[in-house]
Structures are given as structure tokens and as C-alpha cells.
């Protein structure tokens, strides 16, 4: 009887923890005046001019790290600015990247050699995350989402389908991207992408919230989410996990909170409606929730996606298994590949 009781209460205070977070979180983001989108500062969307630039001097470094030539080009659309790095062939296919959340198109720095040597790369970065894409009005559904996508492509000169690839909330972006401008999407490979295909695990929940609040906790979260790559004695694997961690860090630091779009777990009726083909890629060891339930659910109601689950990753995927996400999503946009 005693231990039940220890049980409740442990229970409880859980509870009562769970609360007082969420109650801090909503008095320090909710609460929290976003940007005045009618009178801009000159160094918006940062906090001052001083972090405007050091991220900027962080984000150059950075970008000398991109492995093959670039150009790199803002667009203006109604959105605002949105900074793009072109790399590969101009005659070649189209390949849009979307970063991860708290990420700019540098993350995919891993990837881009192998993915330029067949189409044109377009790394993007969120305008309503990191980077150097500077937003001038509100964001405020995934439908206006999708079409400051959509306008930034037009800017590009881009009018026909492109092919689309996404991690975390990049992922999430893409599957929208995917199922509301099907006329825009030749296929799309969303890698382990927040919410969309299944509920984000309480760890996660608990773990990102401190370290919103905390954010002295945000390099121990990151390290969390990728365990694999933290563990890797490869040191080009080593270089980038700190470099993400460094830019991560840096810009909760540098930037205004943006009142970014929470992603979304799909319907089953949403999954069902995607129309291009698309492949689900998440990692054995994914720390948002279960690869094998998340797999399975679109397995259940959405056969038509196709699904691959790689060994030896988590939330680090495109990092630590960076040849094999590159393989399978070659391997996936073949035109063949029906």
C-alpha cells in the first residue's frame, strides 16, 4: 500500500514539474513581445547590431566549410528575404534542402558533395529560423509557410516541379510542402521529421522545453538527439556535430524569438492525400519517438509512402549515416524509381 501511495505521489509532483515548466515556458515565449514587423530595426531579425555580427562572422566561417563551388542568392518575395546556396549544375534537376529547427542550410554541409554531382542544390535557409533569410511579416500557418516556398522558388526562376528534402522540422515543411503543392513536387524525401508521422516522445517534450528555459542545457539536448554522432571517432563526423552545436547555441543567443509554426502530426486522411511520391527516412535509434511506430502508422494508413529505417543513427542522421541518407535518396529521385 505504501509503495502505491510513493507511486500517486511521485506521480504527482512529476505533474506539478511538468506544470511549473510549462508555465515558465508560456510567461517566456508567449508573453515574450515579438518583432514590430511594421518598423523594422536595420539589424532585424537579431537581437542588436553586436549579434547580427557575430552570427554573421560565425555563419561566414561556416560557409567557407561548404565542400563544393557555390553561389549564393537572396530573393525577395512578400515573406521577405530568403538567402539560398546553389550548388551543382544549372541544367541539372532541382534538389531544395530545409534544415532542421535551430538550423540554418549549412547543416547539410555532410551531404552536398554527393548530392551536387546529380542535381542542382538548393539549400535553403528557414526564413522563419536561422540563417541568414531575413523575415518582414508573420508566418502564421503552414499554408502561408508552403507558399513563401513556393514565391522563393518563382524568385529563383524556378516554375516546374522540383524535387524537395527535409530533416526535423525541414521534414515537416516538406510533407506540407508535399500535400498542399503537390504541382510543385516531384518527390520529396522527409528525414525523421518533427511530429508529421507521429506525437513527439515526452523526453523530447521535457528536454527541449529546459533547454528553452535553460538554455545553458541546449548542447546537452543536442548531444541527446544524437548519440550516434557524439560516440563516432570519424573526425570529419566530430568537426561538424560541434560546428551544429556552435551555430545552434549562437543563434538562440543572437536571434529574436520568432513565434515559429509548432509542427503538426499528419491525419490519416493528410497522409493518405499525398500525391507525389515520397519516401520516410528516420534512423534506428531516432529520439523524437519510435522509428519502428512511426514506420508501422504509415505502413498502416498511408502505404503508397514508402519507408527505410537506417542502422546506426538517430536525430543525427544526415551526419553520422551521411552516405547512406545520400544513397537512399539517390537512389529514391531516379526517375525510374516509380
Not at 535553403?124 to 508566418?139: A, C, K, M, Q, Y
Not at 528536454?207 to 554522432?229: G, Y
Not at 491525419?267 to 511520391?277: T, V, Y
Request: proline share 6%; charged share 20%.
Amino acid at each position: 500500500m505504501l509503495i502505491k501511495v510513493l507511486k500517486v505521489a511521485l506521480y504527482c509532483l512529476a505533474a506539478l514539474v511538468l506544470l511549473l515548466v510549462a508555465v515558465v515556458c508560456w510567461f517566456k515565449f508567449v508573453l515574450l513581445p515579438t518583432p514590430d514587423y511594421s518598423n523594422l530595426e536595420e539589424y532585424h531579425p537579431f537581437t542588436s547590431s553586436e549579434s547580427k555580427n557575430a552570427y554573421y562572422e560565425f555563419y561566414d566561417s561556416q560557409e567557407r566549410r561548404w565542400p563544393v563551388p557555390f553561389r549564393t542568392q537572396t530573393v525577395k518575395a512578400a515573406d521577405g528575404e530568403t538567402y539560398v546556396r546553389l550548388s551543382g549544375r544549372d541544367e541539372a534537376i532541382p534538389l531544395v534542402l530545409l534544415p532542421g529547427g535551430g538550423q540554418s542550410s549549412l547543416m547539410w554541409i555532410p551531404n552536398v558533395a554527393g548530392l551536387a554531382e546529380h542535381y542542382r542544390v538548393i539549400a535553403v535557409d528557414n526564413i522563419v529560423d536561422f540563417g541568414r533569410s531575413r523575415l518582414s511579416r508573420p508566418i502564421r500557418s503552414s499554408e502561408h509557410l508552403c507558399s513563401w516556398l513556393d514565391e522563393s522558388l518563382t524568385a529563383l526562376g524556378i516554375e516546374g516541379k522540383v524535387n524537395v528534402m527535409g530533416l526535423s522540422y525541414g521534414g515537416w515543411v516538406t510533407a506540407q510542402f508535399a500535400l498542399q503543392r503537390p504541382d510543385r513536387v516531384n518527390k520529396a524525401v522527409v528525414i525523421a521529421p518533427a511530429a508529421t508521422i507521429y506525437p513527439l516522445g515526452e523526453d523530447f517534450l521535457v528536454n527541449s522545453i529546459r533547454a528553452l528555459v535553460f538554455p545553458s542545457t541546449l548542447e546537452e539536448w543536442i548531444l541527446s538527439m544524437s548519440k550516434d554522432a557524439a560516440d563516432s571517432t570519424d573526425p570529419f563526423v566530430k568537426e561538424n556535430l560541434e560546428a551544429l552545436i556552435d551555430g545552434s547555441v549562437l543563434g538562440f543567443s543572437s536571434f529574436k524569438y520568432k513565434n515559429s509554426l509548432a509542427p503538426t502530426v499528419f491525419s490519416d486522411a493528410e497522409l493518405r492525400a499525398i500525391k507525389p511520391p515520397t519516401l520516410f527516412m528516420v534512423g534506428e535509434n531516432e529520439t523524437l519517438y519510435p522509428a519502428e511506430k512511426a514506420t508501422a502508422r504509415i505502413k498502416t494508413v498511408a502505404p503508397h509512402l514508402e519507408t527505410r529505417i537506417i542502422e546506426n543513427a538517430g536525430h543525427d542522421i544526415t551526419l553520422v549515416q551521411a552516405q547512406r541518407v545520400n544513397e537512399a535518396a539517390i537512389s529514391f529521385f531516379r526517375p525510374d524509381a516509380e
